[in-house]
């Protein structure tokens, strides 16, 4: 699909801020309502939208630590990936798994109460899924978010 100006301005909008009414992003964008509705829809059915999310603070929600880990299997033959997506993916503070490309085969983003929190999780629940053999840990001190590209 081939984005002009206007959807570009409608997807910057909506990724600062999704839950404003198409009305009120008509108003910013100097279109009528309807206009900005069907353009909208246009982008959801291309898939262009995929969704919406609601982004939480963690700190503020109990989890002050979060901690990236990169994961390298031990044994890739006899574990096989979906079975450690599967695993991995049902731990509750595993927000994110990632399989990549470079010295780990997976990167993991956890969050956790406290490190001793954290340290619980990663000895009872991560260390033991089948499969995993190196883990490097790296503790999020900050993070500023960016607006992409859009």
């Not at 109990?62 to 031990?74: N, W």
């Not at 009872?124 to 999020?140: C, F, I, Q, S, Y």
């Amino acid at each position: 699909m081939n984005l002009d100006d206007l959807d570009r301005a409608i997807l910057g909008a909506l990724y600062a801020n999704a839950d404003q009414s198409t009305t009120q992003l008509a108003r910013k964008l100097g279109l009528s309502q309807p206009a900005t509705w069907r353009r909208i829809k246009r982008l959801q059915d291309a898939g262009v939208i995929a969704g919406r999310r609601l982004h939480l603070d963690a700190a503020k929600a109990g989890f002050g630590v979060t901690v990236f880990l990169g994961v390298k299997l031990a044994t890739k033959g006899r574990v096989s990936l979906e079975d450690f997506e599967r695993a991995v993916g049902a731990i509750p503070e595993v927000q994110s798994v990632e399989h990549v490309l470079g010295l780990y085969d997976y990167r993991l983003r956890v969050v956790a109460r406290d490190l001793a929190d954290f340290e619980r999780v990663l000895r009872r629940r991560l260390m033991t899924l089948p499969g995993v053999g190196n883990v490097e840990a790296n503790v999020l001190l900050s993070e500023e978010r960016r607006p992409g590209p859009l």
